[in-house]
C-alpha cells in the first residue's frame, strides 16, 4: 500500500510543488505558483498524516493477535532448541532451576537462548560424533517434529511475519531438513560402531566422519537462526 501511495500519488505531487517553484521563478504570476506550491505541501502533510493514522489503527487492531503468533514463534523455537538438546544427551539439569521456577515464559525462553549459545553450540561437533544408533534417532525425530513445525508455522502465520523472520524461518526448515540426510540415507552407518561397519568400496569410517561433520554444521546453524528468530521478538 504505502509503495502504490509513493508512486501513485506522492511522486506526483512532488513534481507539482517543484513545478511550481520553477514557474514562480520564470513568470510573473505575483504569488500564484507559490499559493500553488503551498497547496501541494498541505495535500502531502494531509496524505502522510491520514496514512500514518491508518497504519497506527491498522497496528492496534493486531496487537493482541501478534502477541499472540509472537508467543507460539518464541514456543518454536523453544521446542526446536529442547529437541537438539535432548537428543545430544544434554538433561534439564543445564537450565538453571531457578529460572525454571519462576515459570515466566520469557526468562525460560532467555535461559534456553543462553544455553543453547553457551553450552550446547561449542560441543556440538562432539556430540554429534558420539551419537549411538539410537541418538541419532532421537536427533532425526526431534528434528523431523521440529521441522514440520516450522511449515506449519509458515503456512498458518506468514501474512504476520516480517520479511526477515520468513527468511530465517525457511533456512532453519531447510537446516533442519539437512540434519535428517544422512540417517535418512545411510541408516546403517549413522551411529553404528566402526567394528560393526559394512564392508564398501570407499572407507566407510570417512564416509561416516563426513556425514558427522556436515550434520554439527547445521545444527550449529539451527541454534544460529534460533538466536536470530529470538531476537526478532525483543
Not at 496487537?63 to 535432548?86: E, H
Request: aromatic share 8%; charged share 20%.
Amino acid at each position: 500500500m504505502r509503495k502504490r501511495l509513493l508512486f501513485r500519488l506522492v511522486l506526483p505531487l512532488l513534481m507539482a510543488f517543484g513545478l511550481s517553484l520553477y514557474f514562480h521563478t520564470i513568470c510573473q504570476a505575483g504569488g500564484f505558483f507559490i499559493n500553488l506550491a503551498a497547496t501541494f505541501v498541505g495535500i502531502l502533510i494531509t496524505v502522510f498524516y491520514v496514512d500514518w493514522i491508518i497504519k497506527k489503527r491498522e497496528n492496534e487492531k493486531w496487537l493482541a493477535t501478534d502477541k499472540r503468533i509472537a508467543d507460539r514463534l518464541r514456543n518454536l523455537i523453544n521446542a526446536t532448541v529442547s529437541g537438539i538438546r535432548s537428543a545430544l544427551g544434554f538433561s534439564a539439569d543445564i537450565l538453571n532451576e531457578s529460572i525454571l521456577q519462576t515459570l515466566d515464559p520469557i526468562a525460560i525462553h532467555n535461559e534456553m537462548m543462553r544455553v543453547a549459545e553457551n553450552v550446547i553450540a561449542p560441543v556440538v561437533n562432539q556430540r554429534v560424533n558420539a551419537l549411538d544408533q539410537r541418538g541419532w534417532k532421537s536427533l532425526v525425530m526431534q528434528n523431523t517434529n521440529a521441522h514440520n513445525g516450522v511449515l506449519n508455522f509458515l503456512n498458518i502465520f506468514q501474512t504476520r511475519l516480517s520479511p526477515q523472520q520468513i527468511t530465517d524461518l525457511l533456512d532453519l526448515q531447510e537446516a533442519l531438513a539437512k540434519t535428517l540426510f544422512f540417517y535418512q540415507v545411510f541408516p546403517d552407518l549413522a551411529g553404528v560402531p566402526k567394528e560393526e561397519l559394512p564392508q564398501m568400496n570407499n572407507p566407510p569410517e570417512e564416509l561416516q566422519k563426513g556425514f558427522c561433520e556436515g550434520t554439527a554444521r547445521d545444527i550449529k546453524e539451527i541454534l544460529t537462526l534460533a538466536k536470530k528468530l529470538s531476537q526478532s521478538l525483543s
